[in-house]
């Protein structure tokens, strides 16, 4: 308390500009300028934590299923057709189907977490920069903006054979072939990996965007010094 009084009655002793001078070499004291090499480690730590935080929680078993949220259910082009195939008796079908799709969505996160990693390796310091000011989900869009299509060509094949792991491709297989026998009904087509891949990518991205504001938000949140040095330069932005 005494050397914070002696601090205050030194600044109003100095002149404005050595006043000026002092404060800046305090706050600089109290809250470092990270380097270039340390912001671009530290967004690299905040996306890996982010990316495999959220790809650990979705891999749990009934982590689609049980949440509705992020429930994967039949496309909106399709709408009409669960209610179609109940009435004639294929209801338990349905809901293996559904249950399957949100299973392979399950086992596929873990396998997806090394695509993002590769991703992150290739940050710049313009672009760590970019997404420190950025405020709230910023590196979650970069993620979005220059890695979506090529995650989704590279995660597809992933679905797909977890899809085939559980059998979801044979159980839309069978019940769409059944609904197509239906007289009077247009036929169906849906591409079901690509339909599952978007909404778990759209999960996933969600999921990362929760860790990347909670660390923003909640100095708590970072874990380690090189966190907390980078984040709070940025909260003086």
């Not at 905040?46 to 259910?73: E, M, Q, V, Y």
């Amino acid at each position: 308390m005494k050397t914070r009084i002696l601090s205050i009655a030194l600044l109003f002793s100095l002149p404005a500009c050595d006043v000026l001078q002092h404060a800046v070499k305090m706050s600089e004291q109290l809250n470092p300028i990270p380097t270039e090499s340390e912001v671009v480690a530290g967004l690299k730590e905040a996306l890996r934590n982010g990316t495999g935080s959220g790809a650990d929680l979705l891999s749990k078993p009934g982590a689609f299923f049980n949440n509705n949220l992020i429930k994967i259910l039949f496309p909106p082009e399709v709408a009409n057709v669960e209610q179609k195939l109940r009435a004639i008796g294929l209801g338990s079908e349905v809901d293996r189907a559904v249950r399957a799709l949100n299973d392979g969505a399950e086992k596929a996160m873990l396998q997806a977490k090394p695509i993002f990693v590769n991703a992150i390796s290739n940050m710049s310091f313009n672009d760590a920069m970019g997404i420190l000011k950025g405020g709230q989900g910023a590196a979650t869009n970069y993620l979005r903006n220059t890695t979506g299509s090529a995650l989704r060509a590279a995660f597809k094949p992933t679905i797909t054979e977890a899809l085939n792991s559980v059998g979801a491709t044979r159980y839309w297989s069978d019940l769409f072939t059944a609904y197509n026998k239906i007289p009077l009904v247009k036929p169906v087509t849906t591409d079901l990996e690509s339909y599952v891949t978007e909404k778990a990518t759209v999960a996933l991205f969600s999921e990362i965007e929760k860790e990347e504001n909670a660390i923003r938000s909640n100095p708590a949140k970072r874990g380690t010094e090189l966190l907390k040095k980078v984040f709070n330069y940025a909260d003086m932005q």
